[in-house]
């Protein structure tokens, strides 16, 4: 089939994102399920993309003069596109940062790296049919027993911009950190629905627990070894929104998009 070079290739995205996602809300899918062709369409053009397609220019890493910088936003997003069916922008991270555990209650959605390097951890809720356990590290207020879940670790992978995409479903991969490796990083996020606290779909973030019992989770996990295992199994204690995490907005300066 030959190229199309006149329509700019994040175009071409947006239009088939909508077309994937347009009726996972209107099908009787209650796990968010997309047509299996048309999304694997989607995913060809999102690997396709790098950070010159939408002239975003990757920084270059400068010493520091030693003067105090100003506080600035850990994370910035360029918003490119948002209809009722998905979004679209761009988050860039600077070096040593992080997206911290967060959600995306029953939406599907995609990461692409554009340039450095991320690491993603993606985990998912499981039904609370165990007791909490009496001991967890850090310990718990009365209260906040009421706002812990039992989770599964899914995955712990690293991202490059000649990586594919980094998926997410509401029912699997559904919760996620996000971390800049070894400077700063810039990723296209397409999240179908967007988010919407009135329909249900506000952010939460968590920080994982362990009870005593279970080993430290700081060492590396082998990507081979991860599924559903019981060792895989934690606690996740939902929590507001870290002091230290907050995400400011820059201009988009790409090919304009329109759905």
Not at 16 to 36: E, M, W, Y
Not at 111 to 137: I, M, T
Not at 190 to 218: F, K, M, Q, W
Request: glycine share 6%; aromatic share 6%; charged share 25%.
């Amino acid at each position: 089939m030959p190229r199309d070079n006149k329509t700019a290739l994040i175009q071409k995205i947006a239009k088939q994102a909508f077309i994937t996602f347009k009726d996972c809300r209107s099908a009787n899918n209650g796990d968010g399920s997309v047509v299996t062709d048309k999304f694997s369409e989607l995913i060809s053009l999102v690997t396709s993309v790098r950070a010159k397609d939408l002239k975003i220019i990757p920084p270059k890493n400068k010493p520091s003069s030693g003067a105090a910088a100003p506080r600035s936003p850990p994370v910035t997003y360029m918003h490119i596109c948002e209809t009722e069916v998905f979004s679209m922008g761009v988050f860039l991270l600077k070096a040593g940062t992080s997206i911290p555990l967060h959600d995306h209650p029953g939406m599907n959605g995609m990461l692409k790296v554009l340039y450095g390097k991320v690491n993603v951890r993606c985990l998912d809720k499981l039904e609370n049919s165990l007791p909490v356990p009496p001991r967890l590290e850090p310990a718990l207020a009365p209260l906040q027993t009421a706002v812990v879940w039992r989770s599964v670790l899914r995955s712990m992978a690293e991202y490059s911009e000649t990586s594919g995409p980094c998926l997410l479903t509401p029912v699997r991969d559904n919760l996620h950190q996000i971390d800049a490796v070894d400077g700063p990083a810039a990723f296209l996020d397409i999240l179908a629905p967007p988010y919407n606290p009135d329909d249900g779909r506000d952010c939460h973030y968590y920080r994982v627990l362990r009870s005593e019992a279970e080993p430290a989770t700081g060492a590396k996990v082998n990507q081979e070894q991860l599924g559903d295992k019981k060792e895989n199994e934690g606690w996740l204690l939902e929590i507001p929104q870290p002091e230290d995490f907050w995400c400011g907005g820059e201009p988009y300066p790409g090919p304009v998009v329109s759905i």
